[in-house]
């Protein structure tokens, strides 16, 4: 790898963009994708190997994605969040928690992990939620909630869950059609949040919160809906 190449790679890793390092396997040929110029079908495999997030070869190159981090964003430092947080560390997730509620969101009960009391939609705002990013509103309270899944919904976060019951969901799907969004936005939304195992437990329910993020990810058919 030349110097250059190497400092193009840091710069882009340290900037989080996600980034594939190509290898020519004939002459160590070197190109970093999307940025750099390439053939489709080199271009396009480069793509995938970032969505799938792991090493693969195309027509003699090999081909190293360098992803930035996942993130977990949820909003409300309940107990469900608590046990959330070692399942969402050991699968590499960056967690942030939400919660204007300064008395709920402490570092003593979120030990390890990035907090803001900012409201939900100005966190939000300041996190620029991405492709990589998953959220999850937990607090019951649509002050809190709804500003949380309004900006959510219009971002391209790849998971979006909120905690509630059906009736609680329907209530919560006619205050976000009146905020602007359509049934195929509001569809986004996994709700009632998680597989269902029957969780009852804080411990459980954060389980199947997690679960659910992993098989969304992952396009497991147990994500799948009717």
């Not at 459980?204 to 809906?225: D, H, K, N, W």
Request: proline share 7%; aromatic share 4%.
């Amino acid at each position: 790898m030349t110097p250059e190449t190497l400092s193009r790679l840091q710069a882009a890793i340290a900037a989080k963009q996600p980034v594939a390092l190509c290898t020519r396997l004939a002459d160590g040929a070197q190109l970093l994708l999307p940025a750099d110029a390439a053939d489709n079908a080199l271009a396009d495999a480069a793509a995938a190997a970032l969505v799938a997030d792991k090493p693969t070869q195309h027509e003699g190159w090999f081909i190293h994605p360098h992803n930035p981090p996942m993130r977990l964003l949820i909003v409300g430092a309940v107990h469900a969040a608590q046990a959330m947080l070692p399942m969402a560390s050991a699968l590499g997730f960056a967690t942030t928690v939400i919660d204007p509620r300064r008395a709920f969101a402490t570092a003593e009960r979120l030990p390890g992990v990035t907090i803001s009391h900012d409201w939900p939609d100005d966190a939000m705002a300041a996190l620029q939620p991405d492709t990589r990013s998953a959220i999850v509103t937990l607090t019951h309270d649509p002050k809190i909630d709804d500003p949380a899944l309004d900006a959510a919904l219009r971002s391209a976060a790849f998971y979006i869950g909120a905690l509630g019951s059906k009736r609680t969901h329907a209530k919560r799907v006619e205050r976000l059609r009146e905020m602007g969004h359509d049934d195929a936005a509001i569809a986004r939304i996994r709700a009632p949040i998680g597989l269902d195992i029957k969780a009852l437990t804080a411990p459980e329910i954060g389980l199947s919160i997690m679960a659910e993020i992993i098989a969304t990810r992952r396009g497991a058919a147990l994500a799948q809906r009717g």
